[in-house]
């Protein structure tokens, strides 16, 4: 149980142009959806919190309107990286939380976006 | 607000040694406790958590962890690794209070099993 997925796992898009990511719960439902963003060899960076039919609230520091987050229902989130630069380009990592949570999240298998 | 500091970034051990990975957390709050690892170009998967009751803890593919309350530490142990245990791992904390289960992350500690 509790498995998220995501997609794509990769993609490769050129400067300027915008690419969506999908996080999905498959088994439960996912009150609460995390997006993190990770460099090479480093730890994750949280870029937003989302709960479902509400705002995404956003870590200091990342641009809400370059990456726009919608949490339309309870097994689906979605990242979209708005005007990609090179800069843009890493491994985006999802997760999702059920109402009891009591802490644990779960992890979708990441996306790599290559900005060429 | 949490901290989570994991002191070694890389662990290098031979095939069938024991292995230690250190974690010590910072809170003004109570917290529930998480290791996770990650293999290359994958997410995190969950290898153990504590939550409350006893504070040694069992998890998946023979690893434990203790919780110490009173040094703020949650070590992560094998007693004898295998090549396949070669990857990154994370230690985490959650705020027991918060209704977003927001985790905090250390930075890793790459481990690295030779035969």
């Known amino acids: 149980g509790a498995v998220v997925s995501q997609h794509p796992s990769w993609v490769i898009c050129k400067s300027g142009t915008s690419v969506k990511i999908e996080c999905r719960s498959l088994?439960?439902?996912?009150?609460?959806m995390f997006w993190y963003r990770q460099f090479p060899k480093q730890s994750l960076m949280l870029m937003a919190t989302s709960n479902e039919g509400s705002k995404a609230t956003y870590e200091q520091g990342v641009e809400k309107d370059k990456f726009l987050i919608n949490h339309a229902s309870l097994t689906l989130s979605t990242l979209t990286v708005t005007s990609a630069h090179p800069e843009d380009s890493s491994f985006y990592i999802c997760?999702?939380?059920?109402?009891?949570?009591?802490?644990?999240?779960?992890f979708g298998p990441g996306t790599r976006l290559t900005v060429t | 607000a949490q901290s989570v500091t994991q002191l070694d970034s890389q662990v290098p051990v031979f095939e069938e040694a024991p292995v230690e990975l250190r974690c010590n957390y910072s809170?003004?709050?109570?917290?529930?406790l998480f290791w996770y690892v990650q293999y290359p170009n994958q997410g995190l998967q969950l290898l153990l958590k504590y939550l409350s009751g006893s504070t040694l803890v069992k998890g998946i593919n023979g690893f434990e962890a203790e919780f110490n309350k009173s040094q703020t530490s949650f070590h992560l142990r094998k007693p004898s690794v295998h090549i396949s245990d070669t990857a990154e791992y994370f230690c985490a904390v959650s705020d027991r209070n918060s209704g977003y289960s927001t985790l905090t992350f250390g930075k890793g500690t790459m481990l690295l099993v030779s035969p």
């Open positions: 809170s003004s709050v109570s917290v529930y």
């Open positions: 088994d439960f439902q996912a009150t609460t």
């Open positions: 997760s999702a939380a059920g109402r009891l949570a009591m802490g644990e999240q779960y």
